[in-house]
């Protein structure tokens, strides 16, 4: 079975930083592309970074560039999101997503999400 298990969120200031984790079971985590996404409440799902299968290239929304990295480590089957300068916007349950090109779909499985909320 698939399985994505985000770790990492809790309370910051604004301005303070956190890392999540991503851990990775059940297929293959090298042969895909992963992702970040985001909801805040009340919003939809919200991409915020991908990264490709060896980790070469990497993408970002524009809201988040020069304050996030994502990076893997396929030996691990781990992927990780470094958050810097975090914002009272950037306050959203955080999910890892597995690319879904082989399904039809932008993304086929993702975690429950782990708890961001960044609050003075």
């Known amino acids: 079975q698939v399985q994505l298990v985000e770790s990492g969120g809790g309370l910051v200031q604004p301005g303070g930083s956190l890392r999540l984790s991503c851990a990775a079971s059940?297929?293959?985590?090298?042969?895909?592309?992963m992702f970040w996404v985001r909801q805040a409440p009340g919003e939809g799902l919200e991409w915020v970074s991908s990264?490709?299968?060896?980790?070469?290239?990497?993408y970002y929304r524009d809201s988040v560039k020069g304050r996030f990295t994502i990076s893997r480590d396929n030996a691990k089957n781990m992927l990780y999101l470094q958050m810097n300068s975090l914002k009272s916007e950037d306050s959203a349950v955080y999910y890892c997503a597995r690319d879904g090109l082989r399904t039809g779909s932008m993304y086929d499985y993702w975690g429950q999400g782990t708890q961001v909320t960044v609050s003075s």
């Open positions: 059940g297929f293959s985590f090298s042969s895909y592309w």
């Open positions: 990264i490709t299968t060896d980790g070469a290239r990497t």
